[in-house]
């Protein structure tokens, strides 16, 4: 998904990773939920949308900044799945659900079991106001 800020009449466009942090052990907690995910990658693949999993055996397959990070480091490897988007976790202890993915992923209609229903992000709809200097 793309967020546009606006600085001084620039337009940057930031790119944000939708990353799965997993474990052999996660993949066989829930093997009908695993199974799931798994299809839903599937078809997201299909329409060039990639989802980055992450295989971990420690805490040291982790970047500091994930909230991934923290949520092992205090509850241990058990934790996982995790899902994140942009590095702040959106499931924690299961794969993300097809809303969760059509939400964040800006998925075409009709490719997963459900349409994303969020509305468009505030970043873009352009700013709220002129922001011209003052003469």
Known sequence: ????????????????EFKVFES??????????TKRFESSLELLAKVGIHVQRIKCSSISDMDKED?????????????????EYGKVAVSVGKY?????????LDVPNGTLSVDKQLGP??????????CQPQA
């Open 1 to 16: 998904m793309n967020f546009i800020k606006y600085f001084d009449d620039v337009i940057a466009t930031m790119e944000y």
């Open 24 to 33: 052999s052990e996660s993949k066989n907690k829930d093997p009908a939920d």
């Open 67 to 83: 909230d991934a990070f923290e949520i092992v480091s205090e509850e241990g490897i058990s934790a996982l799945p995790i899902a």
């Open 96 to 104: 993300p659900d097809d809303q969760t993915l059509a939400n964040f």
């Open 121 to 130: 992000n505030i970043n873009d709809l352009g700013p709220a106001y002129n």
